[in-house]
């Protein structure tokens, strides 16, 4: 019946079976386990009639014109770039720490003096990992770090990851910069926006062929096994000699018999309130107050005109498997040890010739949606089309 199979229906999923049902008009079955597609960019309408983005705020940019293209097969956009605001010593200032940023938080004379020489060391218009500046010898600019660093970052990442930042991967901490710049975008890509109907119509519109079948509400293992063994997929009770495009946890696949990878979870918190807008931007991180990380309002994002607005707080959370609200893994956690027992997951993984692994979760990486979307077309050209 099929010549694929899909597990997931994410960014990753819906790629590779939009591509393999357009453009080698073969068969394939998505399963996915939750009662929507779109993964964890799905959104919705909540009860007030305002959309929000149900596991939290999604944001499209990127440098790829040949993904943005892609994409835009499926939508059209609302072009929107994206502001952060961080509660810094009670005030709201750019994030990531910029120029401006710097002028709204220090004396004048210390700033002007901070600024020449961030310039001078570094450039403008650059972007500086907190964890390299913190290494510079110039005492001004140690100064600064150190600020930064206390007041920026430290205590947002302990929040988020529950760990320091020396303790992560330099992927990780590299991803909220001193920008050195007065551009108060939270991305600088060439191409940034929100699906104009949203995310989950994108989806629709992808998936929308008579050769994809989709089976939501379904934990694949209740239709497809692998024998760890022989190394053959039984679909429905019979062999499967097509393809296997798995991009979900590597470690369900091989039932954690190596151990399991850890991951960062999230807790969400929505709230409608009776007014039109709450904040001035997007998101407002709170570094350094509160149990939660930020707060969105999705209006901002979505550009959408309504009487109320939906705002949400976001918990980071351990993982946990075997205890719901806190079972979706969000951030694999990439330091070396788990990075060694994803290793030996892939070199297993790799035994399987009709397997293929695509994904944040399948590859234990952490990949922006661009970045999953340009994977996934690459897969697809690679492992699926020119074999």
Same mark, same amino acid.
């Given at each position: 019946?099929?010549?694929?199979?899909?597990?997931? @229906?994410?960014?990753?999923?819906? #790629?590779?079976?939009?591509?393999?049902?357009?453009?080698?008009?073969?068969?394939?079955?998505?399963?996915?386990?939750?009662?929507?597609?779109?993964?964890?960019?799905?959104?919705?309408?909540?009860?007030?009639?305002?959309?929000?983005?149900?596991?939290?705020?999604?944001?499209?940019?990127?440098?790829?014109?040949?993904?943005?293209?892609?994409?835009?097969?499926?939508?059209?956009?609302?072009?929107?770039?994206?502001?952060?605001?961080?509660?810094?010593?009670?005030?709201? #200032?750019?994030?990531?720490?910029?120029?401006?940023?710097?002028?709204?938080?220090?004396?004048?004379?210390?700033?002007?003096?901070?600024?020449?020489?961030?310039?001078?060391?570094?450039? %403008?218009? #650059?972007?500086?990992?907190?964890?390299?500046?913190?290494?510079?010898?110039?005492?001004?600019?140690?100064?600064?770090?150190?600020?930064?660093?206390?007041?920026?970052?430290?205590?947002?990442?302990?929040?988020?990851?529950?760990?320091?930042?020396?303790?992560?991967?330099?992927?990780?901490?590299?991803?909220?910069?001193?920008?050195?710049?007065?551009?108060?975008?939270?991305?600088?890509?060439?191409?940034?926006?929100?699906?104009?109907?949203?995310?989950?119509?994108?989806?629709?519109?992808?998936?929308?062929?008579?050769?994809?079948?989709?089976?939501?509400?379904?934990? !694949?293992?209740?239709?497809?096994?692998?024998?760890?063994?022989?190394?053959?997929?039984?679909?429905?009770?019979?062999?499967?000699?097509?393809?296997?495009?798995?991009?979900?946890?590597?470690?369900?696949?091989?039932? !954690?018999?190596?151990?399991?990878?850890?991951?960062?979870?999230?807790?969400?918190?929505?709230?409608?309130?009776?007014?039109?807008?709450?904040?001035?931007?997007?998101?407002?991180? %709170?570094?350094?107050? !509160?149990?939660?990380?930020?707060?969105?309002?999705?209006?901002?994002?979505?550009?959408?005109?309504?009487?109320?607005?939906?705002?949400?707080?976001? %918990?980071?959370?351990?993982?946990?498997?075997?205890?719901?609200?806190?079972?979706?893994?969000?951030?694999?956690?990439? #330091?070396?040890?788990?990075?060694?027992?994803?290793?030996?997951?892939?070199?297993?993984?790799?035994?399987?010739?009709?397997?293929?692994?695509?994904?944040?979760?399948?590859?234990?990486? !952490?990949?922006?949606?661009? @970045?999953?979307?340009?994977?996934?077309?690459?897969?697809?050209?690679?492992?699926?089309?020119?074999?």
């Amino acid at each position: 019946m099929f010549d694929y199979v899909v597990i997931g @229906a994410g960014f990753a999923g819906a #790629v590779i079976a939009e591509r393999i049902a357009n453009k080698l008009n073969k068969k394939v079955l998505i399963i996915e386990k939750r009662n929507h597609i779109g993964g964890n960019a799905y959104d919705c309408f909540d009860k007030n009639g305002i959309l929000i983005h149900k596991y939290g705020p999604h944001i499209f940019h990127t440098r790829l014109k040949s993904v943005w293209d892609y994409l835009s097969n499926f939508t059209e956009w609302n072009f929107y770039h994206h502001h952060v605001l961080g509660v810094i010593d009670g005030k709201k #200032v750019p994030i990531p720490f910029n120029l401006n940023t710097l002028h709204e938080l220090l004396p004048k004379s210390i700033s002007n003096i901070m600024e020449e020489k961030l310039i001078d060391k570094f450039g %403008y218009n #650059v972007k500086v990992p907190i964890l390299k500046l913190r290494e510079a010898e110039d005492e001004d600019l140690k100064f600064l770090a150190n600020f930064v660093y206390e007041k920026v970052f430290l205590n947002y990442t302990t929040k988020q990851w529950g760990m320091k930042p020396e303790d992560l991967d330099p992927t990780v901490t590299g991803r909220v910069p001193v920008y050195i710049s007065k551009d108060n975008r939270y991305f600088q890509d060439a191409y940034q926006g929100i699906p104009k109907e949203g995310y989950t119509k994108l989806f629709e519109r992808m998936l929308d062929h008579s050769n994809i079948k989709i089976m939501t509400n379904t934990d !694949y293992k209740e239709v497809l096994s692998i024998d760890k063994e022989t190394k053959e997929i039984v679909l429905f009770g019979q062999k499967f000699n097509g393809k296997l495009i798995y991009t979900g946890k590597i470690d369900e696949l091989f039932d !954690y018999e190596m151990g399991e990878l850890p991951y960062r979870s999230l807790r969400f918190e929505f709230e409608t309130l009776e007014k039109e807008f709450y904040q001035e931007v997007g998101t407002v991180n %709170y570094p350094n107050d !509160y149990n939660f990380t930020r707060i969105t309002e999705f209006k901002h994002l979505s550009g959408q005109n309504h009487p109320k607005t939906t705002i949400v707080k976001e %918990y980071p959370q351990q993982y946990n498997k075997d205890i719901p609200g806190q079972d979706i893994p969000y951030y694999p956690i990439q #330091v070396e040890e788990n990075k060694k027992l994803y290793k030996k997951y892939k070199e297993f993984a790799d035994e399987f010739e009709n397997l293929i692994l695509v994904g944040r979760l399948a590859e234990y990486t !952490y990949y922006d949606m661009d @970045a999953v979307v340009a994977k996934a077309l690459k897969v697809f050209k690679e492992k699926i089309e020119n074999e």
